[in-house]
Every structure is written in structure tokens, then in C-alpha cells.
């Protein structure tokens, strides 16, 4: 599992994000897409080599994502 490089959790109606994707180091992907996500936690993406996030078609807000990501995303 620690050297999955991605991950696909689309559409399965998560409301948050599961505790044990922090401990995938070597996660660069990961598809959120299609769930009912309405935050994103900050320790989740904070020392991550994650390249791509798909977050498309959640509940989330511009409130609702942590400095780290919308600083990447600028």
C-alpha cells in the first residue's frame, strides 16, 4: 500500500477525506471527484508529493481549502 502512486475514491459518497491516505507517501494522484467532501484537512496535503487532485463536483468552498493547497493552486 505505501507505494501506491494513485488512488482513485470518485464517486463514493465520502464525506471527508479516510484517515489512512496520509500514510501513503508516494500517493502523486489522487481522484476525490463526485463525493460530498465540504473541507479539505490541512495535514492532508501538507507534506505530500501529491501533483494531482481532482476535487470536482463536491461541496466544497473556497473557505473550505486549506492556505497550503490554494497556495499551490495559485
Avoid at 50 to 66: V, Y
Wanted: hydrophobic content about 35%; aromatic content about 6%.
Amino acid at each position: 500500500w505505501c507505494a501506491m502512486q494513485e488512488l482513485d475514491l470518485s464517486g463514493r459518497d465520502l464525506s471527508s477525506i479516510p484517515s489512512g491516505i496520509i500514510r501513503l507517501k508516494n500517493l502523486t494522484s489522487l481522484n476525490l471527484s463526485r463525493n460530498n467532501l465540504q473541507f479539505i484537512t490541512t495535514y492532508f496535503v501538507g507534506g505530500s508529493k501529491l501533483q494531482h487532485l481532482s476535487l470536482a463536483d463536491n461541496q466544497l468552498t473556497n473557505t473550505s481549502l486549506p492556505y497550503i493547497l490554494t497556495n499551490k493552486l495559485e
